[in-house]
């Protein structure tokens, strides 16, 4: 199992940005592939981006295609999510989660980091 630490979360204004990070630690770090999610209250946690282990290949929830990048950096061991042109939409609690080779679902959580952005 990973341990996961999330950063960078705060206040900011709509069309503004952030970036997320997220630290994790064990040495097995690049074997993981992994995402963001993100829960509004009274909604249910939703995707919002993936990256594989090399960092090849990298996904996209439909509403935030175009405004968020998601990186790695294994030397590091640490994921970020660079959020542009923010919305009122975005915010949310923001969480990182790492899935091991040949596993379905993301098995390791962070805190979370909270995103808030005003009109």
């Known amino acids: 199992q990973v341990q996961l630490v999330e950063s960078g979360g705060g206040l900011v204004q709509a069309g503004g940005s952030l970036r997320l990070s997220c630290a994790a630690s064990?040495?097995?770090?690049?074997?993981?592939?992994m995402g963001w999610f993100r829960q509004a209250p009274g909604k249910e946690r939703e995707f919002v981006a993936a990256?594989?282990?090399?960092?090849?290949?990298?996904y996209y929830a439909d509403s935030v295609k175009g405004r968020f990048t998601i990186s790695r950096d294994n030397a590091k061991g640490t994921v970020y999510l660079q959020m542009n042109s923010l919305k009122p939409g975005d915010t949310a609690l923001y969480y990182c989660?790492?899935?091991?080779?040949?596993?379905?679902?993301?098995?390791?959580w962070g805190q979370g980091t909270q995103v808030t952005v005003s009109s």
């Open positions: 990256i594989s282990w090399s960092g090849d290949s990298t």
């Open positions: 989660a790492s899935k091991s080779m040949g596993a379905v679902d993301f098995g390791s």
């Open positions: 064990g040495r097995t770090f690049s074997s993981y592939a």
